[in-house]
């Protein structure tokens, strides 16, 4: 059963456009979420957190939004650049962090 | 600052072969330290935490395990490889955030 879910494997965006990034998540008792960020062959590199008590945080081109009642997080990258391109992951913390399977996004020149 | 390293960086073994990859975390003290794989087109997968030296938590039943012999030093091994344990492995300490190393690529032939 998975407790952190992206529904979306895969993702294409113009360059200069937005990228939306979505999460949904089963266990309320979740009270932080994290994104990262993982290129080929390399470690994922954390990008945003959020803690449960905020519904926004943003940090330069990223914000991210946490519907507690939707069970809903989303990661907004703008505007969204070629360097973008990568495998983000959606993860939350409950006794331990829950890692979801990622959505690759592609940023097109 | 803290840093985390991980070898071999990629590693071929045949089946049957046992592993042993390492993990070492500089910079901090007592971390809680994790041991992840992700399968090809799959999200990261918990294997192993440890909160101190000796003390070590399975997540998911499987023919790998690990030990950590000092604070800072993680140890992922196998007695026998299997085929299904090809993938990319990683090492992660926690202060708040988890934080990743580079990963080891194991192809298992």
């Known amino acids: 059963d998975q407790q952190v879910k992206q529904n979306s494997p895969s993702l294409s965006v113009q360059e200069g456009r937005i990228s939306i990034l979505n999460c949904d998540y089963t266990?309320?008792?979740?009270?932080?979420f994290l994104w990262y960020k993982k290129y080929p062959a390399e470690g994922p590199t954390f990008l945003i957190s959020?803690?449960?008590?905020?519904d926004k945080n943003e940090d330069g081109r990223f914000t991210v939004f946490l519907n507690k009642s939707a069970k809903h997080l989303s990661l907004h990258i703008v505007p969204s650049q070629p360097g973008d391109s990568a495998v983000y992951f959606c993860a939350a913390r409950g006794q331990n962090f829950v890692f979801g399977p990622g959505t690759r996004l592609s940023v097109l020149p | 600052s803290q840093t985390i390293h991980q070898w071999p960086a990629t590693l071929v073994q045949p089946v049957g072969s046992p592993l042993s990859l390492e993990c070492t975390v500089e910079?901090?003290?007592?971390?809680?330290l994790y041991w992840y794989r992700q399968a090809a087109g799959r999200g990261l997968q918990l294997l192993f935490y440890?909160?101190?030296?000796?003390?070590i938590s399975s997540e998911v039943p499987q023919n790998l395990s690990a030990s950590r012999p000092q604070d800072r030093q993680f140890i992922l091994s196998s007695k026998k490889l299997l085929l299904s344990d090809s993938g990319f492995y990683l090492c992660a300490w926690e202060q708040e955030t988890q934080y990743f190393g580079p990963g080891t690529r194991l192809l298992v032939l």
């Open positions: 959020i803690s449960s008590i905020k």
């Open positions: 910079g901090t003290s007592n971390p809680n």
């Open positions: 266990n309320s008792m979740f009270d932080y």
């Open positions: 440890s909160v101190g030296i000796g003390q």
